[in-house]
């Protein structure tokens, strides 16, 4: 089943198979990971944020958490999601918690680099 390509996807694309044929493009993404899409993208990044970039290899699997919603921080269930898993359905995920390349489009977006 195929879904529509969202900006992060574009950016998981465009950026993966740059670093698969750029080998130069790949060990910068792997060594200065904000660096490189700073100057990709022409845009300062906060100086909090942290981008971590890991290759996996045939021995090493790579899994990604997600950020855990914390108490307060403005995410909570519409009342169809509550009444979905009252009924035993999950209710839709939330993007911008469930894929770093989300959220980087976030800033990317909110920095103009980005079509919204």
């Not at 950016?11 to 044929?21: H, M």
């Not at 493009?25 to 993208?41: C, D, G, N, Y």
Request: include cysteine; proline fraction near 7%.
């Amino acid at each position: 089943m195929s879904r529509p390509m969202n900006d992060a996807d574009a950016l998981r694309d465009e950026l993966l198979q740059r670093a698969a044929t750029d080998g130069a493009f790949r060990q910068r993404l792997v060594i200065q990971p904000k660096a490189t899409v700073e100057s990709e993208f022409g845009v300062t990044l906060d100086p909090h944020l942290e981008i971590q970039v890991v290759e996996e290899t045939p021995s090493r699997i790579c899994l990604v958490l997600p950020v855990r919603a914390q108490a307060g921080d403005g995410i909570e269930l519409a009342d169809r999601d509550l009444q979905n898993v009252a009924g035993g359905a999950m209710p839709e995920p939330i993007p911008y918690r469930t894929c770093g390349f989300d959220r980087l489009c976030n800033v990317l977006s909110a920095r103009g680099r980005l079509a919204g």
